[in-house]
């Protein structure tokens, strides 16, 4: 299968108010998200855990066999060349060869500085092992303490029309009034309107304008501001800025995704076999911008005899429909509500509703494949916040299960990303939030999640927020293996 590697360099990576509901009495989990406290030694930022300079090798030399287990231990060094005598270091790690790669089965953190990669054998041949250092264990502790002290550190827009949409007012909003405002902007003597929605109690608030009543709120726009985390952290913070530890969920093998946790088909379902399976189906895809991947994939290439429709959508915040009107399968994309950060297009107010009011729209006789994913626009929250949403979208899954008996669903986990330097959007806040999903959603009855984490960062195309189509396929055939399965 292949023989040790020497030492080799890690790859570098590409470039405190809880707003916890009153009366809401959920479990505070975090076991998932190991953080060393890296405050009890002396660190220095000047020094971070250094690519160039930490290293990993091949425990042993011996011949390795399919199915075998290679172990690669990494060792963290920082700038000054020194072996680091703590964890937190935040890795990627995967094998690949001609068509075929897999990311690690888990990387252990020894918190000494040391680590250790296992990665099973899934095909023979010659292998790559690649380890990849994203956030050293300093950035991570840097963002861990903004994330927890500064949640409202990214303020979102929202735009007031005046008579025929002549004038308008532009002003920020946020799930919370203690808001951060720019002092460059003149909002003086400020009250807030209180857009709090009256069936689920997810709070929204902007700032009112001076002339214009709060009903003249017409549309959500572009984040208002991503500025102000420069105001909590020092520059060289911002410098140190600018791993996962669980099973690995499957491997690429001739550009094929093959999970080793789901008892998947091996082959591809064809067309006859997924038109008849969803034959006289309602597909809600409820989230964000990733969902809607899945959506359009469904609408484009899988139901290629359906309709497509914008219901008088002016982005791609939705909401959208397809129908399959031969088969009587219909497609509906919804955003998941408020957070949204759009930054190129607008969405209409009436547009946005949260997940649990359109499950509970959801009428008991049909029917119905729901398919959820939120995680990519809540980088900006606190935690307490985000596992607040999850658990009323669970209570909403449960309501819908207790009536319809024909509902089946299934939530796509985070994907890995572009990371582009954008200090509110790294990988290590996106990870966390999905490992705060995983645990509040794990274990419902009927309920499947999709584990696409590993399955972007295995594939060969790279790191995508927007995974290209192969990946998008591969996702969307796992989902309807399990929709479209013969037990």
Same mark, same amino acid.
């Given at each position: 299968?292949?023989?040790?590697?020497?030492?080799?360099?890690?790859?570098?990576?590409?470039?405190?108010?809880?707003?916890?509901?009153? $009366?809401?009495?959920?479990?505070?989990?975090?076991?998932?998200?190991?953080?060393?406290?890296?405050?009890?030694?002396?660190?220095?930022?000047?020094? &971070?855990?250094? &690519?160039?300079?930490?290293?990993?090798?091949? +425990?042993?030399?011996?011949?390795?066999?399919?199915?075998?287990?290679?172990?690669?231990?990494?060792?963290?060094?920082?700038?000054?060349?020194?072996?680091?005598?703590?964890?937190?270091?935040?890795?990627?790690?995967?094998?690949?060869?001609?068509?075929?790669?897999?990311?690690?089965?888990?990387?252990?953190?020894?918190?000494?500085?040391?680590?250790?990669?296992?990665?099973? /054998?899934?095909?023979?041949?010659?292998v790559k092992i690649i380890i990849q250092l994203v956030h050293s264990a300093e950035a991570v502790d840097v963002m861990k303490r903004i994330r927890d002290n500064f949640p409202a550190r990214v303020v979102y827009g929202a735009e007031f029309y005046a008579g025929?949409?002549?004038?308008?007012?532009?002003?920020?909003?946020?799930?919370?009034t203690d808001m951060y405002i720019n002092p460059k902007e003149k909002f003086a003597n400020m009250t807030f309107c209180n857009f709090t929605d009256d069936r689920t109690s997810f709070p929204w608030f902007c700032v009112k304008p001076k002339m214009l009543s709060?009903?003249?709120?017409?549309?959500?726009?572009?984040?208002?501001?991503?500025?102000?985390? $420069?105001? /909590?952290?020092?520059?060289?913070?911002?410098?140190?800025?600018?791993?996962? *530890?669980?099973?690995?969920?499957?491997?690429?093998? +001739?550009?094929? #995704?093959?999970?080793?946790?789901?008892?998947?088909?091996? @082959?591809?379902? %064809?067309?006859?076999?997924?038109?008849?399976?969803?034959?006289?189906?309602?597909?809600?895809?409820? $989230?964000?911008?990733?969902? %809607?991947?899945?959506?359009?994939?469904?609408?484009?290439?899988?139901? +290629?005899?359906?309709?497509?429709?914008?219901l008088h959508a002016m982005s791609g915040l939705g909401p959208n429909m397809a129908v399959d009107e031969t088969h009587g399968i219909h497609l509906k994309y919804n955003w998941h509500g408020y957070p949204v950060k759009v930054h190129v297009h607008k969405a209409?107010?009436?547009?946005?509703?949260?997940?649990?009011?359109?499950? !509970?729209?959801?009428?008991? !006789?049909?029917?119905?494949?729901?398919?959820?994913?939120?995680?990519?626009?809540?980088?900006?929250?606190?935690?307490?916040?985000?596992? *607040?949403?999850?658990?009323?979208? +669970? @209570?909403?899954?449960?309501?819908?299960?207790?009536?319809?008996?024909?509902?089946?669903?299934?939530?796509?986990?985070?994907?890995?990303?572009?990371?582009?330097?954008?200090?509110?959007?790294? &990988?290590?806040?996106?990870?966390?939030?999905?490992?705060?999903?995983?645990?509040?959603?794990?274990?419902?009855?009927?309920?499947?999640?999709? !584990?696409? #984490?590993?399955?972007?960062? $295995?594939?060969?195309?790279?790191?995508?927020?927007?995974?290209?189509?192969?990946?998008?396929?591969?996702?969307?055939?796992?989902?309807?293996?399990?929709?479209?399965?013969?037990?």
């Amino acid at each position: 299968m292949g023989r040790g590697f020497p030492n080799q360099p890690l790859r570098r990576f590409a470039p405190a108010t809880s707003h916890k509901h009153d $009366g809401d009495d959920y479990p505070t989990l975090t076991s998932r998200i190991p953080t060393p406290d890296i405050k009890q030694v002396n660190i220095s930022l000047d020094f &971070p855990t250094s &690519p160039k300079l930490s290293y990993y090798f091949v +425990k042993s030399n011996k011949p390795y066999y399919l199915c075998d287990t290679i172990e690669v231990s990494i060792e963290a060094r920082n700038a000054k060349n020194e072996s680091k005598v703590y964890g937190g270091d935040f890795f990627f790690a995967w094998i690949h060869a001609l068509r075929a790669s897999a990311a690690a089965d888990k990387i252990i953190d020894h918190f000494n500085g040391t680590y250790t990669a296992k990665f099973r /054998l899934h095909w023979a041949g010659q292998v790559k092992i690649i380890i990849q250092l994203v956030h050293s264990a300093e950035a991570v502790d840097v963002m861990k303490r903004i994330r927890d002290n500064f949640p409202a550190r990214v303020v979102y827009g929202a735009e007031f029309y005046a008579g025929e949409h002549t004038t308008s007012v532009k002003t920020p909003c946020y799930i919370a009034t203690d808001m951060y405002i720019n002092p460059k902007e003149k909002f003086a003597n400020m009250t807030f309107c209180n857009f709090t929605d009256d069936r689920t109690s997810f709070p929204w608030f902007c700032v009112k304008p001076k002339m214009l009543s709060c009903d003249t709120y017409f549309q959500h726009t572009s984040t208002w501001d991503y500025e102000y985390i $420069g105001d /909590l952290i020092s520059e060289d913070e911002i410098r140190l800025i600018s791993g996962p *530890n669980h099973g690995v969920a499957g491997f690429y093998y +001739k550009d094929v #995704w093959h999970s080793l946790v789901c008892h998947n088909r091996d @082959d591809n379902l %064809r067309l006859p076999e997924i038109t008849k399976c969803l034959q006289n189906h309602t597909l809600y895809f409820l $989230g964000d911008s990733t969902i %809607r991947q899945w959506y359009e994939h469904f609408a484009r290439f899988i139901l +290629k005899e359906s309709k497509v429709e914008k219901l008088h959508a002016m982005s791609g915040l939705g909401p959208n429909m397809a129908v399959d009107e031969t088969h009587g399968i219909h497609l509906k994309y919804n955003w998941h509500g408020y957070p949204v950060k759009v930054h190129v297009h607008k969405a209409l107010v009436k547009d946005i509703e949260y997940i649990p009011n359109r499950i !509970d729209d959801i009428e008991s !006789d049909k029917k119905v494949v729901v398919f959820i994913t939120i995680w990519a626009h809540f980088s900006g929250t606190s935690l307490d916040y985000y596992r *607040n949403r999850l658990y009323k979208i +669970k @209570d909403s899954i449960q309501r819908l299960q207790s009536r319809n008996a024909y509902a089946r669903v299934l939530i796509k986990s985070a994907n890995t990303i572009d990371y582009w330097g954008n200090r509110n959007c790294t &990988p290590w806040y996106y990870w966390s939030l999905d490992q705060v999903m995983r645990e509040v959603m794990s274990g419902i009855d009927n309920v499947t999640i999709i !584990d696409v #984490w590993d399955m972007t960062i $295995g594939h060969h195309s790279g790191y995508r927020i927007h995974p290209n189509v192969d990946v998008i396929a591969q996702e969307t055939d796992m989902a309807l293996s399990f929709l479209c399965s013969d037990d």
